[in-house]
């Protein structure tokens, strides 16, 4: 399974340097120099060069040259990206690893988004309120959003008053939700 640890944003500069919207926790090590990162077609529309008629290609791998934090953002350089064109050209890509690479938290209280989704939701009586469509992470907790049978979605805070259990083994999430939280 593919993990979208980042998306490339705006250039930066004109030496081809660009933005990366951080979506992991470790950013010092996933985009350390010397990293290799896999690429995804991101929102953007397929860009082109400056050469008529030849459409720049988005590699499918990136090499992380340097990167650095400037003003609460990381900035990176890519191994072949020398220019602002180019770099324009990657705007919206999303950086990806692969699951099996990344090693699972030391916290046996902490999970990966990919190891929650798929999940059965139950209450503590094994009542089936279904499963765990994906994972939002909002300000104050994440909320796990709960596909329920009938269609509709829900969402639960990930806090333990609610989430006593995450039962990774058995496939399955213990709810235990306050009265009316799954009627919002």
Same mark, same amino acid.
């Given at each position: 399974?593919?993990?979208?640890? +980042? ?5 930066? +500069?004109? *030496? +081809?340097?660009?933005? #990366?919207?951080? *979506? ?71 950086? !990806? ?48 959003? &709960? *596909? ?10 990930? #806090?333990?008053?609610? !989430?006593?259990? #995450? ?5 399955? #999430? ?7 939280? &799954?009627?919002?």
């Amino acid at each position: 399974m593919q993990l979208v640890v +980042g998306r490339i944003g705006k250039p930066h +500069g004109v *030496r +081809g340097e660009v933005t #990366v919207e951080v *979506r992991t926790d470790e950013p010092e090590a996933r985009f350390a120099p010397g990293t290799v990162l896999r690429t995804a077609p991101g929102a953007a529309p397929p860009p082109t060069t400056d050469e008529p008629g030849v459409p720049f290609r988005i590699p499918a791998e990136l090499t992380i040259e340097e990167s650095r934090f400037h003003q609460g953002r990381v900035l990176i350089a890519f191994d072949g990206i020398l220019d602002r064109n180019t770099a324009e050209a990657l705007r919206g890509t999303l950086l !990806v690893v692969d699951s099996a690479d990344v090693a699972p938290p030391d916290d046996p209280e902490e999970f990966h988004d990919h190891q929650l989704v798929g999940l059965a939701v139950v209450t503590p009586d094994g009542e089936r309120l279904g499963e765990v469509a994906r994972i939002d992470h909002a300000p104050s907790s994440d909320l796990l959003v &709960l *596909r329920r049978p009938e269609g509709r979605t829900a969402l639960i805070p990930f #806090v333990r008053a609610i !989430v006593p259990k #995450v039962d990774l083994a058995g496939g399955r #999430v213990i709810v235990d939700p306050p009265a009316g939280l &799954l009627d919002l």
